[in-house]
């Protein structure tokens, strides 16, 4: 099986500006979580999605939005960036529903540089 | 409120001699553990869980809800261990809470 891609792999945008990133999870997953990755704060859940409906959400403010189609594959979204937006953002998916004791499946990752 | 705590950032050992790296967890519920390690170049990927309780690569890691700890262990370090590896911890439906990190270092 392909394992979970993200596309692109580097962004670079000025701050105010948009962003879009996506993530094809592995297939038959359904969930799939994002996460931010920082020198400073680690590895920090943003938003998990299962069957297009958002089932948990991170501590981060409303400009970071995410959604999910119907063939399972994610986009997140951050609006008006700012300098500490920069990070490796992380893309896993998970083939169980219930999402207890599950493995996640990591993508590469998106390095998101905000000048 | 859920935390995980990795207390060395930075752990050097020789091949050969055994290795143990600490985690430590705070959570209300009934935790689900896990170590993730991600090697030079490579994804994040899953070593092993607590519910599997296995051996995976030499490594084990026993939960002791007494202690409030998840820690790592190998007997006998190989160069091939050096990474970077994260205690994890489920808060919710695949939500991972993760500690900081300790990169693991095996000198030859």
């Known amino acids: 099986k392909a394992g979970v891609t993200q596309t692109p792999r580097y962004l670079i945008k000025t701050r105010g500006q948009q962003v879009t990133l996506s993530c094809s999870p592995i297939s038959g997953h359904r969930s799939v979580s994002w996460y931010q990755q920082t020198p400073g704060q680690g590895l920090q859940f943003l938003f998990e999605y299962f069957s297009e409906t958002q089932r948990n959400k991170g501590n981060f403010p409303g400009r970071f939005s995410g959604r999910q189609f119907s063939n399972s594959r994610s986009e997140m979204n951050v609006s008006t960036l700012e300098l500490g937006d920069s990070a490796l953002y992380l893309c896993?998916?998970?083939?169980?529903?219930?999402?207890?004791?599950?493995?996640?499946?990591f993508g590469p990752g998106t390095r998101l540089t905000v000048l | 409120a859920q935390r995980v705590t990795q207390p060395e950032k930075l752990l050097s050992v020789f091949k050969g001699a055994p290795v143990e790296l600490k985690c430590n967890y705070s959570y209300s519920g009934s935790p689900e553990l896990f170590w993730y390690v991600q090697y030079s170049r490579q994804r994040l990927q899953l070593l092993l869980r607590h519910i599997s309780r296995e051996s995976i690569k030499g490594f084990t890691a026993d939960l002791n809800k007494g202690e409030t700890s998840f820690h790592l262990k190998k007997p006998f370090a190989q160069e091939e261990d050096s990474a970077m590896y994260y205690c994890?911890?489920?808060?919710?439906?695949?939500?991972?809470?993760f500690g900081t990190g300790t990169r693991l270092t095996v000198i030859p």
């Open positions: 896993a998916s998970s083939g169980e529903p219930a999402g207890r004791n599950n493995e996640q499946f």
């Open positions: 994890a911890l489920n808060a919710g439906a695949n939500n991972l809470f």
